[in-house]
C-alpha cells in the first residue's frame, strides 16, 4: 500500500503587513524575513515551484527577490534566464509575469533553500502618493511530489508627508562681472515638486545670500509673481505676503496665503524670477553661496544650495574701432542753438553752449558714461542759464573744464558787468575765476578765449581792457600760471609800438613752446589798420612774432597740428593761395617749415564760391584727418544747400561726408580722442529716428580707423626730436569695466612711449601712445641701420585681468650726422716698469683716434698740441710754471670759439692738469682721454638746439 504524502507548510508568515511609504520609496523591502517553508515528506522541493502573486496591483507596485539569506541571482550566457543561487548552488529559474514572480526548482532544493527564497520576497513602490488601499500578496510552494500549498498576507502601505523636492537647479550660475550691477536671474530653469501632491498652499520661500553686504539685492525679474509694497502678486492677484525684502544684503522671504492654492509649476515658475544685482559702480569678481528654501502644504521643507559667480573677463585687443551707427548722445532745447562743442580728454564727457532765440545762454556737461547731465556751476546759482557763456576748454588731464560767462552770479564779487573765464574742478566742484590779475583782482571789462597749456599748468585768455599790471603792449593776451596766480603779457606790437593792435584766438603749440593768434596787421607784423586779420606765431622762448598768412574771415580759429608742424585755419582770403575766391570760405593747412599752404576743404583744392566752411574744425590725434562742416556744393553728396560734415584725409586729399545728407544745418565737429568717432551738433531731424524734439542736438558718428601698433622714423638733423603716435582699440566683455594702462620700455631704448586709455565706456575703448625720441641718439646710426624698441603695453581692467600688446619703433639712420668722437683706449703698459710715453707721441696717438677732428678742427688740435708740450714740460720742471703759459693761451682761444668748444677745453684742461703732476703712465693718461672724448662728443651735438655747430 503506498504512503500518502503531505503537503508542504509556510509557518510564521504575517499575514497583515504594513510599510511605511518613505521605506518602499527607497528601494525593495522583505516582506517577511521570518517566514519558513518546508516539505514533511523529507524529500524538499526538486521539480517543484514558489509563486507570489501581489493582488490589484498598480504601475508602482513591484515585488523582487532581494539579495539576502544567501540568496543572490545570475544570467544564463546561453538562454538569457534569470538564475536563482543559494549559496552559491543553483536552485531553480526565476520567470516574471505582470505582478507575479515564479521560481521553478529544477535542481535539489532543501527546506532551508525553500525558506531563503520565501524570506528574500521584497517589495517597493518610488510613488510619493500610494495607494491607501491593503493588497493581497499570495504565496504558492509546491513540493518534489507536486503536493501544493497557499498563504496570503494583506500588505498596506503607509502614507507620509515627504518634502518638496529640486530639480535642475544649478550648481553653478556663472555670470560676466558687467551683468552684476545690470541685475541677474539666479537659474531660470529650476524645477521643485510636493512629492504629496499637495502643493504649496499656506508655503514659504526663501533665498538667502552668503555674506550678503549693503550692495546686494535679491529681487524678482518680471513675471506672472510680482512684489508690490508687502504683498506678493500672482497674475494681478494678492497670494501672499513679503516678510523680508531682500535689500541691503537681507533675504528675501515670500510666505503664500493658506487659503490660495500655489502648484508645483507656480512655484517653480517664482523660483525661475529670483535675480540678484550689486549696486556698486564696480563689482568686484566674486562667487556667493545661494540658498533656496521651500515650505510645502504640510510644512515640509527641503532646502537647495547654488553657487552664483560673476567672472572677471579680460580685455581683448582688435584690430579695428568697433563700427557703430550715428546715435545722439545730448538733446537740446527747442528754441536754443548748440555750439563750442567739446570732448574731454578721455571722450567720456562733452560739454556744449546753447544759445537761446531771447538772447539766454547756457553751458551743459553731459557724462556719455553715467548719461549725468549737468548745468555747469548750476550749484552756485539760482538759475541753469548763464547769458552769454561762450568758449569751452577742457583740461589736458580732464579734471577742469574752462568756460566764459557774463553772468554775475557765477563766483561772488562779479561786478564788472563783462564776461569772464571761470574753470571748474570736477574733483571738488568748486568753480573760480580765472581771468583776474596777478593779486586776483578783476578785470575791468570782458575776457574770454580760454586755452589750457598743454601741461595743464597754464592758460592764455584775451582781456579786452588794458588795466594789467605791465600792459604796455596793448596786445591783450595773458598767460595765466593757474599754480602760482601771476599773470604774464604776451607782447606782440614791438614791430609796431605806435599802431598797437590786439591778438585774439590765441592757441598753443603741442610743446608749449609757441602760441598762434590772430591779429590786424600784415607781414611786417601786427599793426593797427593793417589790411586784413593775419595769423602770426609767437615764440615764447625767444620772443619773436611770424607771420604765417592773411586770413580775413568773420572768425579765423588757427590750431596747431598734434605734432606742431602745421597750422590749420579758416580764411575768405583771396591771396592765401593762387586763384583764390574772394567770395568762398576755406579751410586751409600751412606747413610752418616749408611755408606750403594747402585748402582741404574742397575736393581737388578747386575753390568754389557758393558755400563756406564752418568756423570750427578739428584734428585726429594722430594728425592725419580734419573734421570741418561746409555748404560748398563741389563736396560729396553735399546738395541740400546746408552744411554737413566732413572729414579730409590730409595722406591721400580724400573728402567724406560723414552722416547721411541733414536736413538740417550741422557744425562744430570734434574728434574724439580715440580718432573712431566725431561728435558735432546739427540742427537735423533725420540723422536718427525719432528725433522729433525740433531742437538742435549733440550727435556722434564712427569713423572707420584700424588699430597701429607700430611706426618708422628716419633720422632727421633737422628736427631736434623724432616723434611717432597711434592708437589700437580694444573690447570688454565686461562693459562697466575701466581700464589703466602701464608701459615697458625694452632695454637700451632710446626714446621714451607714453599712453593713455580713452573712450573707455560700454565696453569698448582704446590705448592712445605717444613716442619721442631726440634726435641726436639716431644720429649714431648708419644710412640704412635700423634698431627697432619694442615697448610692452599692458591693459588692466582693475580686477584682474590684463592683455598685453607690443609696440615698435624701428629707428632708421641716414648716415649724415656730424662727425662724433669715437671711445678711445690705449694699450695698458706691458710691465709696471715700461717708460712712459712722451706726450707728443702720447697726443699723436690719441688724435689718430678722434674720427674726423683733427680735419674738421684745426684750431682745435693746435690746442691739443699745446696741452701735449705742456705736460711733458710738467714732467721735467713741475706743473706750476708751465701750465700758466698754457692756461693763457686756452684763454685767448676760449675768447674767440664757440662757447661750446670753451666748455670742452675747459674741461679738457681740468683733466690734464689733474694727470700731469708728477709721472703719468700711459694707460692713465688713457682714461682721462676717454673723459674727454665723451665731453667732445656732447659738444658735438649742442648745434641742434640753433646754435653753431662745433663741427
Not at 20 to 47: C, I, R
Not at 570 to 579: F, H, I, Q, T
Request: net charge negative; proline share 5%.
Amino acid at each position: 500500500m503506498a504512503t500518502k504524502t503531505k503537503a508542504p507548510a509556510f509557518g510564521g508568515l504575517d499575514r497583515s503587513k504594513t510599510l511605511a511609504e518613505n521605506t518602499v520609496n527607497a528601494g525593495p523591502v522583505v516582506l517577511d524575513s521570518n517566514v519558513t517553508l518546508k516539505n514533511p515528506d523529507g524529500t524538499g522541493f526538486q521539480g517543484g515551484s514558489l509563486t507570489v502573486k501581489l493582488a490589484n496591483a498598480g504601475v508602482d507596485d513591484h515585488l523582487s527577490i532581494a539579495a539576502v539569506g544567501g540568496i543572490t541571482l545570475g544570467t544564463d550566457a546561453g538562454t538569457g534566464a534569470t538564475i536563482v543561487f543559494y549559496n552559491g548552488a543553483r536552485i531553480g529559474t526565476e520567470t516574471v509575469s505582470g505582478s507575479t514572480i515564479t521560481v521553478s526548482f529544477d535542481q535539489p532544493v532543501s527546506d532551508d533553500a525553500a525558506t531563503a527564497l520565501a524570506r528574500a520576497i521584497a517589495y517597493s513602490n518610488p510613488s510619493n502618493t500610494p495607494s491607501a488601499a491593503a493588497h493581497a500578496v499570495t504565496f504558492t510552494a509546491v513540493d518534489a511530489e507536486h503536493s501544493s500549498i497557499s498563504a496570503t498576507m494583506q500588505l498596506k502601505v503607509k502614507a507620509e508627508n515627504d518634502a518638496p523636492a529640486f530639480s535642475n537647479l544649478g550648481p553653478v550660475s556663472s555670470h560676466i562681472l558687467s551683468t552684476a550691477s545690470q541685475g541677474v536671474v539666479i537659474d531660470g530653469d529650476a524645477h521643485v515638486f510636493n512629492p504629496d501632491g499637495t502643493g504649496f498652499k499656506g508655503g514659504k520661500l526663501t533665498v538667502h545670500l552668503s555674506d550678503g553686504n549693503t550692495d546686494d539685492l535679491i529681487y524678482l525679474s518680471e513675471g506672472a509673481f510680482s512684489i508690490v509694497g508687502t504683498k506678493l502678486y500672482l497674475d494681478g492677484k494678492v497670494v501672499g505676503t513679503v516678510s523680508a525684502e531682500g535689500v541691503m544684503g537681507h533675504d528675501l522671504s515670500l510666505t503664500f496665503k493658506s487659503n490660495v492654492a500655489i502648484s508645483d509649476s507656480q512655484m517653480s515658475g517664482l523660483i525661475d524670477q529670483i535675480s540678484y544685482s550689486n549696486r556698486s559702480l564696480s563689482p568686484e569678481p566674486q562667487t556667493k553661496d545661494v540658498a533656496i528654501t521651500v515650505t510645502d502644504t504640510e510644512k515640509n521643507s527641503t532646502t537647495a544650495h547654488l553657487t552664483l559667480a560673476f567672472e572677471d573677463r579680460a580685455p581683448t585687443i582688435i584690430s579695428a574701432s568697433p563700427a557703430s551707427p550715428i546715435s545722439k548722445i545730448a538733446s537740446g532745447s527747442f528754441g536754443y542753438d548748440i555750439s563750442s562743442v567739446a570732448v574731454s580728454p578721455d571722450a567720456t564727457k562733452v560739454a556744449f553752449e546753447s544759445t537761446g532765440d531771447m538772447g539766454g545762454t547756457r553751458i551743459t556737461l553731459d557724462d556719455l558714461r553715467t548719461g549725468q547731465v549737468t548745468i555747469l556751476a548750476s550749484d552756485l546759482a539760482s538759475t541753469a542759464s548763464f547769458p552769454g557763456a561762450t568758449d569751452i576748454a577742457f583740461s589736458p588731464n580732464g579734471q577742469k573744464i574752462a568756460f566764459v560767462s557774463t553772468a554775475s552770479n557765477v563766483v561772488t564779487g562779479d561786478t564788472n558787468g563783462g564776461s569772464d573765464v571761470f574753470i571748474k574742478d570736477f574733483s571738488t566742484g568748486a568753480v573760480t575765476r580765472a581771468s583776474t590779475g596777478s593779486t586776483g583782482k578783476q578785470i575791468s571789462g570782458s575776457s574770454g578765449d580760454p586755452v589750457f597749456s598743454p601741461d595743464g599748468t597754464k592758460m592764455v585768455f584775451v582781456a579786452g581792457v588794458q588795466n594789467l599790471p605791465g600792459d604796455t603792449d596793448g596786445s591783450g593776451l595773458y598767460v595765466k600760471d593757474l599754480t602760482t596766480g601771476i599773470v604774464t603779457q604776451i607782447s606782440i606790437n614791438e614791430a609796431n609800438p605806435s599802431n598797437a593792435t590786439r591778438g585774439f584766438n590765441a592757441d598753443f603749440s603741442p610743446d608749449g613752446t609757441k602760441l598762434v593768434f590772430v591779429a590786424w596787421g600784415d607781414q611786417s607784423g601786427p599793426t593797427f589798420g593793417g589790411g586784413s586779420q593775419c595769423i602770426y606765431i609767437k615764440d615764447l622762448n625767444s620772443g619773436d612774432v611770424t607771420y604765417v598768412t592773411a586770413a580775413s574771415a568773420h572768425q579765423v580759429l588757427p590750431v596747431f597740428s598734434p605734432d606742431g608742424t602745421k597750422i590749420a585755419f579758416v580764411s575768405n582770403e583771396s591771396s592765401v593761395v593762387p586763384g583764390g575766391e574772394v567770395w568762398g570760405t576755406h579751410l586751409y593747412l600751412k606747413d610752418v617749415q616749408t611755408g606750403e599752404i594747402t585748402c582741404v576743404s574742397s575736393p581737388g583744392g578747386v575753390l568754389p564760391n557758393d558755400g563756406s566752411v564752418g568756423d570750427s574744425f578739428s584734428f585726429s590725434p594722430d594728425g592725419t584727418k580734419i573734421v570741418f562742416s561746409s555748404s560748398e556744393s563741389t563736396l560729396p553728396g553735399n546738395t541740400g544747400g546746408v552744411s554737413n560734415i566732413f572729414v579730409a584725409d590730409l595722406q591721400t586729399g580724400a573728402i567724406t561726408r560723414i552722416a547721411p545728407e541733414a536736413n538740417g544745418a550741422s557744425s562744430d565737429p570734434v574728434f574724439t580722442p580715440d580718432g573712431a568717432h566725431v561728435i558735432f551738433a546739427s540742427d537735423a531731424t533725420n540723422l536718427v529716428a525719432n528725433d522729433v524734439n525740433n531742437a538742435s542736438d549733440v550727435f556722434m558718428a564712427s569713423i572707420p580707423a584700424t588699430s597701429v601698433t607700430g611706426a618708422t622714423l628716419t633720422e632727421d638733423a633737422a628736427r631736434k626730436t623724432l616723434n611717432a603716435a597711434g592708437t589700437f582699440y580694444f573690447a570688454d566683455a565686461d562693459a562697466k569695466d575701466t581700464h589703466a594702462v602701464s608701459v615697458a620700455a625694452p632695454d637700451g631704448a632710446l626714446g621714451t612711449l607714453t599712453a593713455k586709455v580713452v573712450s573707455d565706456m560700454n565696453g569698448t575703448g582704446a590705448v592712445v601712445w605717444s613716442y619721442v625720441v631726440d634726435e641726436t641718439k639716431v644720429e649714431p646710426l648708419a644710412a640704412g641701420q635700423t634698431k627697432v624698441e619694442t615697448f610692452a603695453l599692458t591693459l588692466d581692467d582693475h580686477h584682474g585681468g590684463t592683455v598685453t600688446q607690443n609696440v615698435s619703433v624701428t629707428l632708421t639712420g641716414t648716415g649724415g650726422a656730424a662727425p662724433m668722437v669715437a671711445s678711445f683706449a690705449l694699450a695698458p703698459e706691458t710691465t709696471a716698469a715700461a717708460a712712459p710715453v712722451s706726450g707728443p707721441e702720447l697726443w699723436a696717438a690719441a688724435m689718430a683716434s678722434l674720427s674726423g677732428v683733427s680735419e674738421a678742427s684745426p684750431q682745435l688740435f693746435d690746442v691739443l698740441e699745446k696741452r701735449a708740450a705742456a705736460l711733458e714740460s710738467a714732467h721735467a720742471h713741475g706743473p706750476a710754471g708751465a701750465f700758466e703759459g698754457a692756461g693763457t693761451e686756452m684763454a685767448h682761444l676760449a675768447a674767440q670759439i664757440d662757447p661750446a668748444v670753451t666748455h670742452v677745453l675747459e674741461t679738457l684742461w681740468s683733466d690734464l692738469s689733474g694727470h700731469g703732476a708728477g709721472t703719468a703712465s700711459a694707460h692713465q693718461i688713457a682714461d682721462g682721454m676717454e673723459a674727454i672724448a665723451t665731453h667732445l662728443r656732447d659738444a658735438l651735438h649742442a648745434g641742434h638746439a640753433g646754435d653753431p655747430l662745433l663741427v
